[in-house]
Nanobody
Framework: QVDLVESGGGLVQAGGSLRLSCAASGRTFSNNLVGWFRQAPGKERLFVAAINWSSLNTGYAASVKGRFTISRDNAENTVLLLMNSLKPEDTAVYYC?????????????????WGQGTQVTVSS
């Protein structure tokens, strides 16, 4: 069992930045794919970014590529999402998720472990 806890959400003006953290407890990340998804009100939960914990390969949704950066802190067993140049359309609840394997996927059904989410609100 892996428990994921997100932090770092909040209210920011358009053009600003936030850094989200996803801390894991119960076991350490090793051969896992860890990702971020987001869900806006009334919409489905969508892939944002993911990182292969061992290879450090990363991938991003087209809507955030060039603005968001996913990384890991091995010592803290934490995955970070740095969000720059935020737009009102980035407003959503952001969820951290982890797969049991490191195989690449943008499909939320392939992720086994989920956090409770953290709210990000970008004002215009």
């Amino acid at each position: 069992q892996v428990d994921l806890v997100e932090s770092g959400g909040g209210l920011v003006q358009a053009g600003g930045s936030l850094r989200l953290s996803c801390a894991a407890s119960g076991r350490t990340f090793s051969n896992n794919l860890v990702g971020w998804f987001r869900q806006a009100p009334g919409k489905e939960r969508l892939f944002v970014a993911a990182i292969n914990w061992s290879s450090l390969n990363t991938g991003y949704a087209a809507s955030v590529k060039g603005r968001f950066t996913i990384s890991r802190d091995n010592a803290e067993n934490t995955v970070l999402l740095l969000m720059n140049s935020l737009k009102p359309e980035d407003t959503a609840v952001y969820y951290c998720a982890a797969r049991r394997s490191s195989s690449w996927s943008v499909n939320r059904a392939d992720y086994t472990y989920w956090g409770q989410g953290t709210q990000v609100t970008v004002s215009s």
